[in-house]
């Protein structure tokens, strides 16, 4: 059973939550994922009925890997039946259009065993959503974008997010992890595009953070990022695509969410609610200076919104976001 600890930390008085995502050996029932999941899985199953009608390519593995023998058995799960598998945090990868998952277990006499997890999600963008929610470590070369930490790594490819953790420590074991995932990569025979919108954020230059960068599908999943509202004020949902990265500007730490609507009439009416709910004392512009002394601010470029939050001063959000808006004009040559 792999299952997840959910670690919490509040940061700063507009409430930036951070959660971290690890496997440990026990089983934790969340009061906040049996929320998330009224508001997110019928969306989701929506995505995996759609699924039925593609073609899965079949992901073949090797009997043996670096001395662990896989043990002849791939476990199916559903999106009806993934909560017995990962119970408390399935609602994640429900969010981002889950399709099906299998385990594969590989075996070692005296040694721990390797369970290697293959997620297929709706889409490409979809699986490195779900990567980029919990990204922290180092890249370690796999797949199309990965990260190797505390055991376990993760990588995804094409429309597959792929984990691979032993239920132990010993010798070889990490190399044995990473070994095996080199052989999934390379059994997953298709690759995919990741977000387009990770190529419209402005980069290092303008002080982008390493691994902060979050493809978002849902407002409960932005808000375990960075908390906004408990209210979908910003109509999020799998017809929008958001993107979440932070910035540091003169020292503090800045938050800048690029979110693309079906149309720009939607994007309009996003603003609206975003305006009203959030920053009603505005006065009808489109920045505000906030309780903590900082500053918000949100544009509308087409089907585009563009929000700051946390800004030291106006000039730090101002150039962040023409630094966006020149991105979207070149993306759209």
Same mark, same amino acid.
Request: overall charge neutral.
């Given at each position: 059973?792999?299952?997840?600890? @959910? ?5 700063? *008085?507009?409430?930036?939550? @951070?959660?971290?995502?690890? =496997? #440990?050996? !026990?089983?934790? /029932?969340?009061?906040? &994922?049996? !929320? ?39 476990? +199916? ?34 040694a721990p065993s390797i369970n290697l ?15 980029? &929610? ?13 990260? &190797? ?5 993760? &990588? ?20 044995a992890i990473l070994d095996i995932g ?7 025979? #298709? ?6 919108? #990770? ?13 902060? +960068? ?37 020292? /503090? ?8 609507? =079906? ?5 309009? #009416? ?19 200076? *906030?309780?903590?002394?900082?500053? *918000?601010? !949100? ?22 976001? /023409?630094?966006?808006?020149?991105k979207l004009v070149m993306g759209r040559?």
């Open positions: 059973m792999n299952d997840f600890f @959910c670690k919490l930390s509040l940061a700063e *008085t507009i409430g930036e939550i @951070c959660v971290h995502l690890r =496997p #440990i050996q !026990i089983r934790m /029932k969340s009061l906040f &994922f049996s !929320i998330a999941l009224l508001l997110l899985l019928g969306t989701a199953q929506g995505a995996g009925a759609e699924g039925k009608t593609r073609v899965t390519p079949k992901i073949v593995l090797p009997p043996e890997v670096a001395g662990w023998k896989w043990d002849g058995k791939v476990k +199916t799960f559903t999106a009806k039946t993934v909560f017995d598998y990962i119970n408390g945090a399935a609602e994640l990868y429900l969010a981002y259009g889950f399709l099906g998952l299998k385990v594969w277990r590989f075996e070692k006499a005296g997890e293959v997620y297929e999600q709706a889409s490409s963008e979809d699986a490195y959503g779900v990567f980029s &929610f919990e990204q922290q470590d180092e890249p370690a070369g796999i797949g199309q974008g990965s990260e &190797f930490g505390g055991g376990l790594l993760r &990588f995804w490819k094409g429309n597959y997010l792929v984990s691979v953790y032993a239920e132990g420590e010993g010798k070889g074991v990490e190399a080199k052989v999934a990569a390379q059994a997953i025979p #298709i690759t995919g595009p990741e977000p387009r919108l #990770i190529q419209l954020l402005p980069g290092k230059e303008f002080g982008q953070v390493d691994r902060s +960068t979050r493809f978002l599908r849902s407002h409960v999943l932005l808000n375990q990022r960075f908390f906004i509202a408990h209210q979908n004020i910003l109509n999020l949902s799998r017809k929008t695509d958001a993107v979440l990265a932070v910035y540091l500007r003169g020292g /503090k730490k800045v938050q800048l969410l690029l979110i693309r609507y =079906p149309d720009a009439d939607e994007a309009r #009416i996003s603003q609206e609610s975003f305006r009203k709910a959030y920053m009603p004392d505005a006065g009808g512009k489109d920045q505000v200076k *906030t309780e903590d002394r900082k500053w *918000t601010f !949100i544009r509308q470029q087409n089907d585009y919104l563009l929000l700051v939050f946390s800004a030291p001063t106006e000039s730090d959000a101002e150039n962040l976001l /023409k630094a966006t808006e020149e040559r």
